[in-house]
């Protein structure tokens, strides 16, 4: 099975990513949930960005590529929301990374990535952190790239729409997405 490194949201480390991380493990995997917050945590989107200003880029990067230290080569990179854009910062970093993983946010392709390398996006269909046009522009990059890019839409799901405990859960798309996700794993 996969060892995988699952980056929390800006909302910070919360139970949203250790249940997933459980899920995940139940069919067999590793998982490691780095709390890139050093154990903040906020309840709206907006306090998030004013933490992740608090705290800076830099040292939140510096953070993950610690927890990464000690995991294989080959872990896949996965986040949710604001942990895309940390996977796939550290993704050129990590050449031999297995597969990466997107939850509720769509990064740009970073460059350089291995021809090859299967990717799997989910994101609610209105995600004002997946627009149209940012999804448009990854997978052309992703052919361009010779990445194996999947993208799985939810229509009606709102942005953390995996999340039991925020209003925008919508069970149905959250179970449909797990279980791609781990079939993606499997």
């Known amino acids: 099975m996969a060892h995988i490194v699952l980056f929390h949201s800006v909302l910070g480390l ?9 899920r995940l493990r139940s069919a067999g995997h590793e998982v490691t949930t780095p709390d890139l917050f050093a154990g903040e945590t906020t309840s709206t989107i907006d ?38 854009q940390v996977a796939a910062d550290l993704w050129p970093e990590r050449p ?14 970073p460059t350089p990535v291995r021809r090859g390398i ?4 989910h994101a609610a269909e209105q995600d004002e952190f997946a627009p149209r046009e940012r999804v448009e522009a990854l997978q052309q ?18 942005h953390f729409y995996t999340d039991p405990e925020l209003p925008d859960h919508d069970p149905a798309a959250a179970e449909e997405t797990w ?3 781990l079939a993606f794993l499997g």
Request: glycine share 8%.
């Open 14 to 22: 919360r139970s949203a990513e250790r249940l997933a991380a459980d």
């Open 47 to 84: 306090a998030g960005f004013q933490l992740l200003d608090q705290i800076g880029w830099s040292t939140l990067m510096d953070r993950a590529r610690k927890s990464l230290a000690e995991l294989p080569a080959e872990t896949v990179l996965s986040g949710l929301s604001m942990g895309t």
């Open 96 to 109: 031999e990374t297995a597969a990466v993983l997107l939850l509720h946010a769509a990064p740009e392709l």
């Open 118 to 121: 299967r990717v799997q996006l």
């Open 141 to 158: 990059d992703a052919e361009k790239s010779g990445v194996e890019l999947e993208v799985f839409r939810y229509p009606g799901a709102g």
């Open 179 to 181: 279980q791609r996700v």
